[in-house]
């Protein structure tokens, strides 16, 4: 079977692709696999699964098997700590969040969880993360220097470092619930600089941002929040933007 990594790079070689993110802390159990269903049915690469507070190794692990009984999507972790990895998943986000200005979260953590990844098995798909103002929880949680908005030289900073040390992807996030997605002229220059894809979330609630996320150039582009405010029908206009641009 092709890695979770290789699928998506050929995904994204006919254009953009969606991930959609399950907090399996606030939709658990059986609601993850009927979200999931719905993500496959309206085109998403895969479910993201994780959160920044509530996480445990059990509550991901029924999570993932909803999420398996009830599509064909790939799990793909995405971390909070050692506590989010359960091997029932298919890959994992390992990403080491750039502008902490706690090196915890930097590397440390990534060592300390580094041995039970590969004992269970799961696929680590190196990833820069950076966290773009106002980041919300996430960025209170991370400890983050948050990347002012019209920090452009910051952004894209980080984001070569992030490619110059061999990571596959830079997500670039405002934080779940953020008022407003990463603005489009700081995408572009990300986008401009980086030859690996640019993956952005944090702030996509409805079909009009993610088209103006989409055509500042993101690969992908990650939404959550507006799912368990909305339900999952919010998904299908937003979707409906990436099938667009893939010609589907």
């Known amino acids: ?44 690469f895969a479910i993201l699964l994780g959160g920044s507070t509530g996480i445990t190794p059990e509550k991901m692990a029924d999570a993932t098997r909803s ?27 390992f ?7 706690n090196v915890t979260h930097v590397i440390r953590l ?8 590969k004992k269970l098995g799961l696929e680590p798909i190196p990833v820069g993360y950076l966290i773009i103002a106002p980041g919300m929880k996430v960025g209170e949680v991370g400890e983050a220097d948050c990347i002012d908005r019209s920090d ?16 596959r992807l830079v997500y670039a996030e405002a934080g779940s619930g953020a008022p407003a997605p990463v603005p489009g002229p700081m995408i572009r220059d990300l986008k401009q600089a980086l ?16 088209s ?21 029908e919010a998904l299908e206009p937003i979707l409906g933007e990436v099938r667009r641009r893939r010609g589907g």
């Open 1 to 44: 079977m092709k890695s979770v990594a290789r699928r998506m790079e050929e995904s994204l070689a006919h254009g953009p692709i969606h991930f959609t993110l399950i907090d399996p802390d606030k939709t658990r159990g059986r609601s993850a696999g009927e979200l999931a269903r719905e993500a496959e049915r309206f085109g998403s």
């Open 67 to 93: 999420v398996h009984r009830e599509s064909t999507l790939p799990v793909i972790i995405f971390p909070q700590g050692p506590e989010s990895l359960t091997g029932e998943a298919d890959a994992l986000l």
């Open 95 to 101: 990403m080491s969040l750039l502008n902490s200005r």
């Open 110 to 117: 990534q060592a300390r969880a580094a041995r039970h990844v």
């Open 152 to 167: 452009h030289s910051a952004a894209v900073g980080y984001a070569l470092a992030a490619q110059f040390l061999g990571m």
């Open 195 to 210: 030859s690996i894809p640019l993956m952005v979330g944090g702030g996509i609630r409805t079909a009009s941002d993610a």
């Open 212 to 232: 103006s996320v989409l055509e500042a150039g993101a690969d992908a582009i990650v939404t959550g929040t507006v799912v368990e405010e909305d339900g999952k």
